[in-house]
């Protein structure tokens, strides 16, 4: 199956730091989403992005699809940013409706 | 916004004890999906069902664990015998089109 690699693994910083946060797939990717886990392991969409950029206010997250990889991209970051960043796609050929394989994450810890 | 809404949001149960974890997906999503997350570890895929049959499981989606779509509103995970393993948390996420999924806040089952 495909396989997703996320780095970095942890990522330490302070209130208002910019950070980049990287997702590399095995394969070709066509359903690539990006969750937080919120510290009460709330599970919650970030962005659908197969391809292209999104932004969603201090958030914003660029896939790269032919060169399988995707980036979000968490500016002027703030305390309540801290969790865990996980992104998730398709297996294989991306012909699965459904078997999402996700990423080990990245543990985000923002310092006031 | 539309949510998936999953209850209850914490069951402590018995080692050997059924339980029945309840979903309400989005209304007029057609895929189903439950995944799980044991504690510190990437979330995993469990099944996915689509017009009322599962598409695909994972070989963790043994024969303790069986889905239904009682009523059409309702989507449940029922673990037959659970076992001290089954610690984890459960998400339920649906999807309109297979692409593109929202979850919900998840249920943390603890087995003991």
């Known amino acids: 199956g495909i396989q997703v690699e996320q780095s970095p693994p942890d990522l330490i910083l302070q209130e208002g730091a910019n950070s980049t946060l990287r997702c590399n797939f095995s394969?070709?990717?066509?359903?690539l989403q990006w969750f937080h886990q919120n510290p009460w392991g709330q599970l919650i969409n970030l962005f659908y992005?197969?391809?292209g950029t999104k932004q969603n206010g201090r958030l914003s997250a660029t896939t790269v699809a032919t060169e399988r990889y995707s980036l979000l991209y968490i500016s002027s970051s703030q305390t309540t940013d801290s969790g865990v960043y996980f992104c998730?796609?398709?297996?294989?050929?991306?012909?699965?409706?459904?078997?999402?394989?996700f990423g080990q994450g990245t543990i985000l810890t923002v310092h006031p | 916004e539309p949510e998936v809404t999953q209850t209850p949001s914490h069951q402590v149960t018995q080692m050997g004890q059924e339980v029945i974890l309840r979903c309400v997906p989005i209304?007029?999503?057609?895929?189903f999906y439950w995944y799980r997350q044991i504690l510190g570890q990437k979330v995993e895929f469990l099944v996915s069902f689509y017009n009322n049959e599962i598409s695909e499981k994972s070989e963790i989606f043994d024969d303790q664990f069986s889905v239904e779509r009682p009523d059409g509103s309702n989507f449940t995970l029922k673990i037959r015998s659970t076992k001290l393993e089954d610690s984890a948390m459960y998400f339920c996420?649906?999807?309109?089109?297979?692409?593109?999924?929202?979850f919900g806040s998840g249920t943390r089952l603890t087995v003991v």
């Open positions: 394969d070709s990717v066509n359903n």
């Open positions: 209304s007029n999503h057609l895929y």
């Open positions: 998730a796609g398709p297996n294989a050929g991306g012909t699965s409706y459904g078997k999402l394989t």
């Open positions: 992005i197969p391809s």
């Open positions: 996420a649906s999807s309109r089109t297979g692409f593109g999924y929202t």
